[in-house]
């Protein structure tokens, strides 16, 4: 094997590796919002504070798995 191509091919670990880490970020800060989602909905105190956090932990959820959908794209090609 060429030194070109072990070097060629130790990037494409850096990068898979790299993309692989974020998935993991991006669905463990998912885990994390569902907790605090759940711990809110629980909560029998409701006031707009929370339902504007509701409706923040939502968005933030659905911007994360849309990146781990684009990572996952990535990995593909």
Known sequence: ?????????IEAQK????????VIKRLQANSD????YFSIVSDEKKSSHNQERLESILKERTENAKIVGR???QLEN
């Open 71 to 73: 990572l996952l794209e």
């Open 1 to 9: 094997m060429s030194e070109n191509s072990k070097d060629e091919l």
């Open 15 to 22: 990068q898979v590796i790299g993309i692989l880490f974020e």
């Open 33 to 36: 919002l569902d907790e605090e």
